[in-house]
């Protein structure tokens, strides 16, 4: 793997363990029915399009991630439109999944 890639490799971790970090706290926000859940939420989210913009191709102007799940970017407009609601949050759990499967693909077949 070159320099770049594991550079690229470990910001991509960093906004994983961010979601880890985040996902487990909101999880139980949601069970406790507070409602800074939704402002926790945005964080998260924000989280998630900063992973996928760290995976931008840098030479094609495309502003496409190549890590971005099946109906991504409508999938996240429910989720921000519904982000007080628990499916939000399972919804957003799966997103980052699929991002991270997609992303081990990728830096394995850079090997």
């Given at each position: 793997m070159h320099n770049s890639d594991m550079d690229r490799k470990e910001l991509f971790y960093s906004f994983w363990n961010c979601w880890l970090d985040m996902k487990e706290e909101i999880g139980n926000a949601y069970k406790r029915r507070d409602p800074e859940a939704a402002?926790?939420?945005?964080?998260?989210?924000?989280?998630?399009?900063?992973?996928?913009g760290s995976f931008l191709?840098?030479?094609?102007g495309s502003s496409a991630s190549p890590i971005e799940p099946l109906?991504?970017?409508?999938?996240?407009?429910?989720?921000h439109s519904k982000r007080a609601g628990h499916f939000a949050y399972v919804q957003l759990d799966a997103l980052y999944t699929e991002a991270m499967k997609k992303t081990v693909s990728r830096f394995a077949m850079k090997k």
């Open positions: 402002k926790m939420m945005d964080k998260a989210i924000e989280n998630y399009l900063a992973m996928l191709p840098i030479d094609t109906n991504g970017k409508e999938r996240l407009q429910f989720i």
